[in-house]
């Protein structure tokens, strides 16, 4: 099946300009043309859509997906290439996720904080906080 740049973008959340713009960033190049110059976009462009969303996702820049694709287009000869730019970027996703636990632990807190001055009926947060580790304090 086929699909327009129009039926992509509401698809795929994804507004037509930054469609137009992965594609003059070479991002796509896997989409056809009518010859019309019409964009069309096969399951197969979904699925790389939804990769470089993914990857933008995680922080990978925008070269770092062409680069990508450009191995994907020379073949099995940069398998090993692309095996590590994943490794790579599985190591960001990591430290993002690390980070992201921190500020998680942040927020239980607080919300637990706000739970004992509820229940306590003050806004006397820390007068009334238990004693222990407060994720505010650092490591």
Known sequence: MCYTIKEVSE???IPTSTL????RKGL???VA?????YRVFSEESLKALRLIEC???TGMTLEDIRIFFEWVQQGE???QQRYEMFLNQRRTVEEQIKHLQKMLEIIDYKCM??????KAGTADLYENAPEGRN???GD
């Open 77 to 79: 000869s940069t398998m």
């Open 28 to 30: 796509l190049p896997f």
């Open 33 to 37: 043309r009518e010859d019309s110059g």
């Open 11 to 13: 698809m795929m959340g």
């Open 113 to 118: 904080l706000y739970d004992i001055a509820i």
């Open 20 to 23: 137009r713009y992965y594609d």
């Open 135 to 137: 994720p505010l304090d």
């Open 55 to 57: 990857l933008k996702s």
